[in-house]
T-cell receptor, first 113, second 113 residues
Framework: ELKVEQNPLFLSMQEGKNYTIYCNYSTTSDRLYWYRQDPGKSLESLFVLLSNGAVKQEGRLMASLDTKARLSTLHITAAVHDLSATYFCAVDTRKTSYDKVIFGPGTSLSVIP | DVKVTQSSRYLVKRTGEKVFLECVQDMDHENMFWYRQDPGLGLRLIYFSYDVKMKEKGDIPEGYSVSREKKERFSLILESASTNQTSMYLC????????????FGPGTRLTVL
């Protein structure tokens, strides 16, 4: 069964610093997603990564995918308070013609001044 | 603009009541999903549907049923609500494509007394 892990689960960082969130998954997959969730709100799609070596950037966030290592990273550059949220990675199982997505436990990020 | 709506943001029901949660998407997506989200447990898939009148059990279907009579609407039914069904319920939809990206509704916070 596909398992998705994230590291760290909780992260407190100062504004202006850089940090990386890691997402590991247990079986082969070539579609990975990153979502953001603000407190009390729903999930917002950030990135879709489709192939080995894929890299996507939006503002201070950059996501990458290494399918051979079964690893995705979400890199935060020069963090600002607005980035405080919970970040989820999710992996597509590709088991059938309709695809089930497994979500990681989430990384709760707090950016402090 | 992509839109998934849910019938209620907050709902309070009594134990034993029958509860209907409605989800509507306007993107002509084939796939629709119901998740529940609980602190420390992440997102767990209850049911999903890949076509009208088709449904598949997710990871925690017990105590729930679903209905999809029209492509845009996916209903979650709690036949006899119990206190352990107090949770945040999230609906999502996705187009069957190379991306398979899920778009989420705002969520319904259900409290069962």
């Amino acid at each position: 069964e596909l398992k998705v892990e994230q590291n760290p689960l909780f992260l407190s960082m100062q504004e202006g610093k850089n940090y990386t969130i890691y997402c590991n998954y247990s079986t082969t997959s070539d579609r990975l997603y990153w979502y953001r969730q603000d407190p009390g709100k729903s999930l917002e799609s950030l990135f879709v990564l489709l192939s080995n070596g894929a890299v996507k950037q939006e503002g201070r966030l950059m996501a990458s995918l290494d399918t051979k290592a079964r690893l995705s990273t979400l890199h935060i550059t020069a963090a600002v308070h607005d980035l405080s949220a919970t970040y989820f990675c999710a992996v597509d199982t590709r088991k059938t013609s309709y695809d089930k997505v497994i979500f990681g436990p989430g990384t709760s990020l707090s950016v402090i001044p | 603009d992509v839109k998934v709506t849910q019938s209620s943001r907050y709902l309070v029901k009594r134990t034993g009541e029958k509860v209907f949660l409605e989800c509507v998407q306007d993107m002509d997506h084939e796939n629709m999903f119901w998740y529940r989200q609980d602190p420390g447990l992440g997102l767990r898939l209850i049911y999903f549907s890949y076509d009208v009148k088709m449904k598949e059990k997710g990871d925690i279907p017990e105590g729930y049923s679903v209905s999809r009579e029209k492509k845009e609407r996916f209903s979650l039914i709690l036949e006899s609500a119990s206190t352990n069904q107090t949770s945040m319920y999230l609906c999502a939809s996705s187009r069957r494509s190379v991306y398979n990206e899920q778009f989420f509704g705002p969520g319904t916070r259900l409290t069962v007394l």
